[in-house]
């Protein structure tokens, strides 16, 4: 593994040592079975570090500084299964987890402020989204998922081509759940929507535009006792235009 180092100077400017803070990348390799355990001191994952990477099956973060991700860290890196990521990182970057066929689960620390565009976008088998619980006494932050990119014959979504992400139940700091989040079209909702039910929290202020759109598979909607959804620009609720449409299954709203 590559890794980077950072002068450490004193006060006069003069250079002391060096410390390995970033990780830059991982040689691709097409054969056996990695588990990758990260030196204290890293602060930083390069974009794409573990792109295309077919024999890291795990990684452990030895530390909880805060850790940031560039964008498409495990893109298409097929054999990652479970990912606890570290206390301390604020974003779920753009196509983060993108088409990494084998995942199953991914804990969400409590210090995440936004799940990005694409970020576990055509994980087939990801099952499961962990949020960890704030500790007590800590301020809880709020939790923002972007927006989603579509065309008129596609939808790349933070959640899209998750069939196997059948149930998620955002954390009590969610405010935001942003446009086409499971959203699909009329002929390609059987892949693009396949979400079933979802439990928001009593701090959700806003759902955009088609985040529901053509679900068709999706059943339960729960809003948390005292959800005020707020909308600035009328006394209307903050649902965005088309939010539940064509959702033919939807049987209940909480």
């Not at 949020?131 to 014959?153: C, I, K, Q």
């Not at 693009?192 to 928001?200: E, L, N, P, R």
């Amino acid at each position: 593994i590559l890794y980077q180092k950072t002068p450490v100077t004193d006060d006069e400017g003069n250079v002391t040592g060096y410390v390995t803070d970033t990780l830059l990348y991982c040689p691709v390799m097409k054969a056996g079975s990695v588990e990758v355990v990260l030196p204290e001191g890293i602060t930083k994952i390069a974009a794409r570090a573990f792109a295309l990477n077919k024999v890291v099956k795990s990684i452990t973060f030895r530390d909880a500084k805060k850790v940031t991700f560039g964008v498409e860290t495990f893109y298409n890196a097929p054999s990652i299964e479970n990912v606890v990521l570290p206390v301390g990182m604020t974003e779920v970057t753009d196509s983060m987890f993108y088409w990494c066929e084998s995942l199953k689960s991914v804990t969400i620390p409590y210090t995440v402020q936004l799940i990005a565009n694409k970020a576990f976008y055509y994980s087939k088998n990801l099952e499961k989204l962990n949020f960890a619980p704030t500790p007590e006494g800590v301020t809880p932050v709020d939790l923002v998922v972007a927006d989603a990119t579509a065309s008129n014959s596609r939808v790349t979504s933070p959640f899209g081509q998750t069939p196997k992400l059948k149930h998620i139940d955002f954390p009590e700091r969610m405010t935001v759940l942003g446009a086409y989040a499971f959203g699909g079209y009329a002929y390609t909702s059987n892949v693009y929507a396949t979400i079933q039910s979802v439990s928001f929290p009593s701090t959700l202020k806003q759902i955009n535009k088609y985040a529901f759109y053509y679900a068709d598979k999706l059943t339960s909607v729960t809003f948390a006792p005292g959800t005020q959804l707020e909308d600035k620009s009328s006394s209307l609720p903050a649902f965005g235009d088309y939010a539940f449409a064509y959702c033919s299954a939807l049987a209940q709203i909480d």
